[in-house]
């Protein structure tokens, strides 16, 4: 099972939106509607933000949003601020009742 | 509070094994599975599988089948995760983390992680 392919970095300013990708294919993302998205400060454990494509987790800021169209899972941050830069990670299941990652993205905020 | 403790650094020689634990507090330790996730330094997350403290129930990752166990200790509420013949690209941080609420295919917690070093 390859690893789902995300951009290796992408930056910002603050109030400025962007958006990650995560493509995978028709094995994962293209027929699963179960894509997490993580963030992860360095030196820190991971803490979910998304769930089941576009769920945000009680009590999480509503400026993280996700969506799906075909084999690409997209995480959108709005209103960027400066806590918001962090590893940015994809996680979809998968055929074989597995678990893939994508390979990370690096947020900067500028 | 859901909190998940993992077990310190260990530095191992190529070829031995590992085990490390993971104890729950804060819920139910039965009602949700944990799953194994590592990240080689300055790496990607990989998860390595999963196991049902309910039923002892396991779902490894294809690559670490064979190689990889994992148990459950309900009258302490801890989970292990033993990796064996290590290797040198082994060397990483393990994290254990528990299933979000919707499935085991979301991790809402995670421990702190511990750093395995593999080095001869």
């Known amino acids: 099972q390859s690893a789902l392919t995300q951009p290796a970095s992408v930056s910002g300013s603050p109030g400025q939106s962007i958006t990650i990708s995560c493509t995978g294919t028709?094995?994962?993302?293209?027929?699963?509607?179960?894509v997490s998205w993580y963030q992860q400060h360095p030196g820190k454990a991971p803490q979910l933000v998304i769930y089941?494509?576009?769920k945000r987790p009680s009590g999480l800021s509503n400026r993280f949003s996700g969506s799906k169209s075909g084999n690409t899972a997209s995480l959108t941050i709005s209103g960027l601020q400066a806590e918001d830069e962090a590893d940015y990670y994809c996680?979809?299941?998968?055929?074989?009742?597995?678990?893939?990652f994508g390979g990370g993205t690096k947020l900067t905020v500028l | 509070q859901v909190q998940l403790v993992q077990s310190g650094v260990e530095v191992k020689k190529p070829g031995a094994a590992v085990r490390v634990s993971c104890k729950a507090s804060?819920?139910?330790?039965?009602?949700?599975?944990i799953s194994w996730v590592r990240q080689a330094p300055g790496q990607g997350l990989e998860w390595m599988g999963w196991?049902?403290?309910?039923?002892?129930?396991?779902n490894y990752a294809q690559k670490f089948q064979g190689r990889v166990t994992m148990t459950t200790d309900t009258s302490t509420n801890t989970v292990y995760m033993e990796l064996r013949s290590l290797r040198s690209d082994d060397t990483a941080v393990y994290f254990c983390?528990?299933?979000?609420?919707?499935?085991?295919?979301?991790?809402?917690?995670w421990g702190q992680g511990s750093l395995v070093t593999v080095s001869s």
């Open positions: 983390a528990r299933d979000d609420s919707s499935g085991w295919y979301s991790q809402a917690y």
């Open positions: 804060g819920y139910t330790f039965t009602s949700y599975g």
């Open positions: 196991i049902s403290p309910y039923n002892g129930d396991t």
């Open positions: 028709s094995s994962d993302v293209g027929i699963y509607s179960l």
């Open positions: 089941e494509v576009t």
């Open positions: 996680c979809s299941y998968a055929r074989g009742s597995t678990l893939v």
